[in-house]
């Protein structure tokens, strides 16, 4: 859906330009319910936009050019007028619902006394997040994942589900992880290589399934960003980003603003991922007893970048355990359907 209910999608292109010196882009660009979302020609995320912060820079004028805020140094030029007229609109929208002096005052003020609570019952930020991660149920992290993924959706498509897929995608995680709670959903767009949200979801891109041989790469890519979802749990990530009013109102609400939720899942698919130590990925893939070095070569087709993980593979080719047979990989290359 769109931030204009008579639009289920609203697409165009437009050139992009990152900054004053940078090279002038062709590229997509969508509206969302509150975001303007731009990719390059490959379907690359190139930036999102807030619309409630979106500024015309030649009013009047065709093509329009659009900036993301008043100090930003990226612009972008539209001609599509169905697409100009979506946007005005969206930002005089905007400006209506601006609340009046003495309401902002009223928000400031109440925001002000919830913080100095929050401080005065847990003293710092980090000890306030570190204690609502320790006490949030399962139950509300899967519900936070859930939603996490509807926002990520309206980017990426639809998850990939042709008939027999999900039982394949269970083994696969079954083989890979042992049997920890997890559920692997593919994208056809909109993550680079892999992520993870709360509530045990990795997604991956269509790319580690449909372009590599083996599964044995994709196997790697999952057992990386587990790794990752293991040193800095997927809730506190979210609340270390988000701040520790969004710790203090999950902990008294048990829930989190759909708003939040939307904001940072976006903000993802433009994060790169966290380093890991070479030592504490291998140990993983010895765990698993999976070779290293598909992986380092789908990260780094030269190798260079990711020479530890070739030179210190634990686990030879020759010997390591089947992920899944022939036909049952070749049967997973077509999740996507196309």
């Known amino acids: 859906m769109t931030a204009l209910s008579e639009y289920q999608r609203l697409e165009t292109t437009g050139i992009w330009r990152s900054g004053p010196m940078a090279q002038r882009r ?70 209506r619902s ?48 859930a939603t996490m993924l509807e926002t990520i959706q309206r980017v990426a498509g639809r998850p990939c589900a042709a008939p027999g ?75 270390l980003k988000t701040g520790p009013m969004t710790a203090f109102r999950l902990l008294t609400t048990g829930a989190l603003p759909v708003e939040t939720l939307e904001t940072y899942a976006e903000s993802l698919l433009l994060t790169p991922p966290a380093p890991i130590e070479d030592d504490v990925l291998l140990a993983r893939f010895a765990e698993a007893g999976i070779p290293s070095t598909p992986y380092a070569y789908a990260l780094d087709v030269s190798g260079e970048d990711t020479l530890p993980l070739i030179e210190g593979d634990p686990v030879r080719p020759d010997l390591a355990r089947p992920i899944m047979d022939d036909g049952t990989w070749v049967a997973l290359q077509a999740i996507c359907g196309e």
Do not use: C
């Open 165 to 239: 897929s999900e039982t394949t995608l269970n083994a696969l995680s079954d083989r890979v992880l042992g049997r920890k709670p997890v559920r692997l959903v593919v994208l056809s767009r909109g993550v680079g290589f892999a992520e993870h949200l709360p509530g045990g979801y990795i997604l991956l891109n269509r790319a580690l399934i449909e372009d590599f041989e083996g599964p044995t790469p994709v196997a790697g890519f999952i057992l990386a960003e587990d790794t990752r979802a293991m040193q800095t749990d997927p809730l506190e990530r979210l609340l």
């Open 26 to 95: 062709d590229v997509v660009v969508t509206i969302g319910d509150a975001t303007l979302a731009i990719y390059d020609m490959k379907d690359t995320a190139l930036a999102h936009w807030s619309l409630a912060a979106i500024e015309r820079a030649n009013p009047g004028q065709r093509p329009a050019l659009f900036i993301p805020g008043a100090d930003a140094d990226e612009i972008l030029e539209i001609d599509d007028e169905t697409m100009i007229d979506a946007i005005e609109r969206v930002r005089a929208a905007v400006e």
């Open 98 to 145: 601006r609340p009046r002096e003495g309401r902002l005052r009223y928000y400031l003020t109440a925001a002000a006394v919830l913080t100095i609570t929050a401080l005065a019952l847990f003293w710092l930020p980090g000890a306030m997040i570190r204690h609502t991660v320790r006490v949030v149920p399962d139950a509300s992290r899967a519900d936070i994942g």
